[in-house]
């Protein structure tokens, strides 16, 4: 199969390292390609970015996806935990369309009753605190945690970034007994097995996890009875 990776911010050494992190977890056979729109933030932290990326993201899906030169992928992924323009996508399209929060979320309820997010700043829990409401799972969460760590900062302080983010799951397993702990930033994906080798818990990655989800969903078939456009099925 052959999976879309949409960065929706416009920093493109953060959608090349989503894109390793996306073929690191694909299946044989599975093709990766990543994208991001030019015209967005170059990093979308809170409500007010997240508004401000939709209409580069809705062109760049629309003629990457519904485009008369699209390549006919097999399901698309939003890789931004925030989830940005997700339900809307969904709508836009005839294939599977996935958020990596929300894929974060259903494989972290599948290994535990209860888990912990980290995320990045403050001012992004209000978001997914809402998505989780949204999406039903907000009993399963027992906390939404701010590292405090700004997003480019994954990219151009790794080591200071990992450190901070380990000391929030320190907190988070002492205060909050999660079962599983969710990244919540796709520029956290290559510190999800180191940190689940140090906490001995699943520390949950949502890009490795919209990529499970997408080859789940691929095998199923489900992509048959999808609704797009105008209500049209596939």
Known sequence: MHILVINPNSTE???????????????QGTRITAINPTDT???????????????????????????????GYDACIIA?????????????????????????????????????VITTL????????????????????????????????????KDASARTIAGEIELAVEEDRPDAIVLGCAGMADLADALSE????PVIDGVAAAVALSEALHAVRVDRWIRGPEGRVA
Not at 13 to 27: C, F, N, Q, V, W
Not at 100 to 116: C, N
Not at 198 to 201: E, H, K, S, V
């Open 13 to 27: 050494t953060m959608t090349r390292s989503i894109e390793k992190a996306a073929r690191d977890a694909a299946g």
């Open 41 to 71: 933030p170059p990093a979308i932290q809170g409500a007010e970015d997240g508004a401000a990326a939709l209409s580069g993201l809705f062109r760049l899906f629309e003629t990457a996806v519904n485009g008369p030169d699209a390549p």
């Open 80 to 116: 931004c935990f925030d989830d940005t323009g997700l339900m809307a996508l969904k709508r836009r399209a005839r294939i599977p369309v996935i958020g990596i929060g929300e894929a974060a979320f259903h494989a972290a309820m599948l290994v535990g009753e209860g888990f912990s």
């Open 122 to 157: 403050g001012v992004s829990i209000p978001v997914i605190e809402t998505n989780l409401v949204t999406y039903g799972f907000m009993r399963r969460c027992r906390r939404v945690r701010a590292s405090e760590v700004p997003v480019l900062a994954l990219e151009s302080d």
């Open 198 to 201: 140090r906490f001995r818990l």
